[in-house]
């Protein structure tokens, strides 16, 4: 299936020119992101130096050995490559907005994967909701762009949050730390949090991104509501006056400080996004400025 | 309550419409939200406000219903008609001197007589009066701060009882008027046996009397009637004093004195006196009692014979007493109407006790049956030269010429078609009666004070006429009118209380009562805008509602 590509080439040229920031998972990665100055491999040239006996011939310097009529060894920086595993809630919650909290996860989920293969790193994706959940399969290169794509463009916003099942599932599918970004209304009443912490403290990174709409930021509806959630049809009666706006607002916040108080804690990456934003300056300044991307 | 521009309560048809449109305004509207997790935090709190919130909106449509109907009754203005009464002032000034412990012989005294009239006279007020009691002469039994209702009032007169003193009922009435109130009327009812015809008046005073006294006379002339056939004239003659008296009784026939008698009469004795005579001739039949009497000029009974007619009238004194003597015959049925000149189309019902209305100028009288209703309309005011009689033939207008009449003023009446034109001038109605019928109204267009009319003879005959339409009709031509064929029933001279001798005679003096602002005027309706107040309403529940809807 061919996939339609979302961005456009200048905006692709500019992600090009980020770098995911994989900073705890340097050390614990097999294959981290920075490289180490090894002899021979794959990797980026780096130096010379006189060959011992032992050394693996394959990695002498012929050329040289030519000019100078001595043996020198080539040594390079072995490129390590770095796992990440995005989670993007595809529960029907995400289907609010214009346009929906979905599809504006999944096009910052698309942009963050499309950078983590630019700097030659492996990326997973995977939608998930209760029951539900979605892996692209782990994408190299580029060339597997498209199978990350399939999964974000395919998936559906339906069915009630589980956060804690989709990190359930992470776990199994990444029993080793990698970098993991979670991008969610995180509008769901079970112990989200402790699941987190415990993932955490496996050693996992993990960036939250935090996809409000406008609408649930900064309510507009007023006078007498019979308000549905989205998920469970549950209903509440209620006379929306600018007072009640003002407490729903105030308790949005408390609700938005509790999470980055809860990921600053636990040395995660917080980052709210309304889909209002414009998703440029999301990219290239609030990612950049908060450590995600470099 | 009425409504003065009662068109404006079309726009109540937009009340069910603002309802509707306030209702479907607050409905509830489903909205679909990601989550009711932060919502339903804010109920566990309890800071939605459910409740009051929804208790402010349908205030809200409360407030803005009571501002459109508030708004509309207040373009209606509304008029609250007040028949509330003030309360009403009387002074009753009880002659406690000697003479009212006088003995009449009925075996009252004049006091208790006098007490029974105002008895009478108290059933016909309401009871919104607060009554003050002076003596005369003046003593400590005076309550004259107006504490006394009609009930205490006569309770207290009741065990009242004339002592020995001299007094002067006149003087102290004269002291009571220029004492008076300028701004308050005050009626005076005065119980005396000295008769004051003549009370004083005050221009700026607007007290009105009613006095209630005994016998006018110490002598008088108490019965009289007429036996054409057998030419007899019968009549006796009171002595209401506790002195012997001697006077003289002269027969005058067509002015001419024919006939005279001594008489010695003893305390409270009364004598017949027969005097035969051929009175097929006689037109006017002349009893005159001399000396004249001290205490009244009520000496002379007069009696027109008109043989060819069924129609006689006997009365006593001048025709201003006789007019005061007829009317005293029925206070209940006689009523007087002196309307505003500015009032256009009225009204009135007239209610036994209520006699005169408004303060006036010209004045117009009804003489109406209980209960009557008259509907007349008080023009301007007219100069009238001479009246002229349009229907002699009415029953009304009976022996009643009105040649050398002269009326000097007199109102412009416009009356329903129903009444007849009796006396016009010019083609102005001057006395008018509605339909043929007996008991029917009749109304007067001019006070008779100001005519000439009550210095003729037609004048008391058609009071009579009147008084006979007035109260009930079959007693009224047993008592005033006879055949020439019958036995002349002897004529009463109007005490009301039928005694043919002697006994408390009711005055309601005429032109007293007839300025209006007398004690027994009916009550003032007082009107009371609503218009501003509910315009004020509706602006403070227009401020209440917007308040609500802003909150």
């Not at chain 1, 200048?10 to 920031?21: C, G, H, I, P, T």
């Not at chain 1, 293969?117 to 190299?140: D, K, P, Q, Y």
């Not at chain 2, 679909?32 to 939605?48: D, E, I």
């Not at chain 2, 007693?475 to 004529?491: D, I, L």
Request: charged content about 20%; glycine content about 4%.
């Amino acid at each position: 299936m061919t996939q339609q590509h979302p961005f456009d080439e200048r905006f692709l040229k500019k992600l090009r020119l980020l770098e995911v920031d994989f900073r705890r998972s340097q050390s614990q990665n097999a294959e981290g992101s920075l490289s180490s100055m090894q002899l021979g491999g794959r990797g980026e040239f780096s130096d010379h130096r006189t060959y011992t006996p032992g050394d693996d011939t394959r990695y002498l310097d012929w050329n040289v050995y030519a000019r100078t009529d001595r043996f020198f060894t080539k040594q390079f920086h072995k490129r390590q490559q770095h796992r990440m595993a995005i989670l993007l809630d595809a529960s029907a919650s995400m289907s609010c907005g214009t346009p929906s909290k979905y599809s504006f996860g999944a096009q910052v989920a698309a942009a963050i994967a499309f950078v983590t293969l630019a700097g030659e790193n492996m990326v997973s994706i995977a939608t998930f909701a209760a029951n539900r959940i979605r892996w692209s399969g782990t994408a190299h290169s580029h060339s597997d762009f498209p199978l990350v794509l399939n999964t974000l463009e395919t998936t559906e916003a339906k069915g009630r949050t589980s956060l804690q099942q989709g990190i359930r599932e992470l776990i199994t599918r990444h029993p080793r730390p990698c970098l993991v970004v979670l991008l969610s209304d995180l509008l769901d009443e079970q112990d989200a949090r402790r699941k987190l912490g415990a993932l955490a403290a496996k050693g996992f990174e993990i960036d939250v991104i935090h996809v409000l709409s406008p609408e649930e930021i900064d309510p507009s509806i007023c006078g007498n509501h019979v308000l549905r959630d989205i998920e469970t049809q549950d209903t509440l009666m209620l006379s929306i006056d600018p007072r009640l706006q003002s407490l729903y607002s105030r308790e949005l916040n408390k609700f938005v400080d509790g999470w980055r108080n809860f990921c600053d804690s636990h040395h995660m990456l917080y980052f709210l996004a309304s889909t209002s934003t414009p998703f440029e300056r999301l990219i290239f300044d609030c990612f950049r400025r908060g450590g995600l991307l470099k | 309550m009425i409504f003065t521009h009662p068109s404006a309560l079309w726009a109540l048809i937009l009340v069910p419409g603002l309802i509707a449109l306030l209702i479907w305004g607050s409905r509830h509207k489903h909205s679909q939200v990601a989550s009711l997790l932060l919502w339903k935090r804010l109920a566990q709190h309890g800071n939605t406000g459910t409740f009051s919130r929804k208790s402010r909106s349908e205030s809200a449509i409360l407030l803005a219903i009571v501002f459109l109907l508030l708004s509309i009754f207040s373009f209606s203005r509304p008029v609250i008609l007040s028949t509330e009464p003030h309360y009403r002032k009387m002074i009753i000034l009880c002659d406690m001197t000697a003479s009212m412990g006088t003995l009449q012989t009925d075996g009252r005294t004049r006091w208790r007589s006098a007490v029974e009239k105002c008895n009478r006279v108290f059933d016909m007020l309401q009871d919104n009066w607060r009554i003050s009691l002076l003596t005369v002469p003046e003593s400590d039994k005076s309550i004259t701060d107006f504490s006394l209702t009609k009930r205490q009032a006569l309770s207290i007169l009741t065990e009242f009882a004339p002592f020995d003193a001299p007094g002067n009922v006149m003087e102290t009435y004269r002291r009571l008027v220029l004492a008076a109130d300028a701004e308050e009327t005050t009626a005076v009812l005065i119980l005396s046996d000295n008769l004051l015809s003549t009370l004083p008046d005050h221009s700026l005073q607007f007290a009105r009397t009613i006095s209630t006294g005994g016998p006018s006379r110490n002598v008088g002339i108490v019965s009289f009637h007429i036996d054409e056939k057998a030419g007899s004239l019968f009549t006796s003659i009171g002595n209401f004093s506790d002195d012997e008296r001697k006077p003289s009784l002269k027969l005058v026939l067509d002015g001419s004195a024919t006939a005279s008698r001594n008489i010695t009469l003893r305390p409270n004795e009364c004598k017949p006196v027969v005097f035969q005579q051929d009175l097929a001739e006689a037109h006017t039949v002349e009893l005159i009692l001399s000396p004249v009497d001290e205490l009244s000029a009520d000496n002379t009974v007069r009696a027109i014979l008109e043989r060819e007619d069924t129609f006689a009238v006997a009365f006593a004194g001048k025709p201003d007493s006789l007019i005061q003597k007829a009317l005293s015959a029925a206070v209940a049925e006689v009523v007087m109407v002196a309307p505003s000149v500015d009032t256009s189309d009225f009204r009135l019902t007239v209610y036994n006790e209520v006699l005169p209305v408004g303060p006036f100028s010209p004045h117009v009288v009804l003489i109406s049956p209980p209960s009557g209703i008259a509907a007349v309309t008080v023009g301007g005011q007219l100069k009238v030269a001479q009246p002229v009689v349009t229907r002699p033939d009415h029953w009304l207008m009976r022996h009643a010429s009105f040649d050398g009449v002269t009326i000097e003023k007199a109102v412009e009446l416009r009356v329903p078609d129903r009444f007849t034109r009796l006396v016009e001038s010019e083609g102005h109605p001057l006395i008018v009666a509605s339909g043929e019928n007996r008991r029917s109204q009749v109304i007067l267009a001019f006070r008779p004070s100001d005519s000439n009319w009550p210095l003729k003879a037609s004048f008391p005959i058609f009071w009579v006429n009147a008084l006979n339409n007035a109260i009930n009709e079959d007693t009224a031509s047993k008592r005033w009118s006879f055949s020439p064929t019958e036995k002349h029933p002897g004529v009463n001279l109007l005490s009301t209380d039928e005694s043919n001798n002697t006994g408390t005679a009711t005055l309601f003096d005429p032109d007293l009562i007839a300025q209006g602002l007398s004690a027994l005027s009916p009550v003032k309706q007082t009107t009371t805008e609503l218009a501003p107040w509910l315009l004020l309403l509706s602006l403070v529940s227009l401020g209440a509602f917007w308040a609500l809807r802003k909150t």
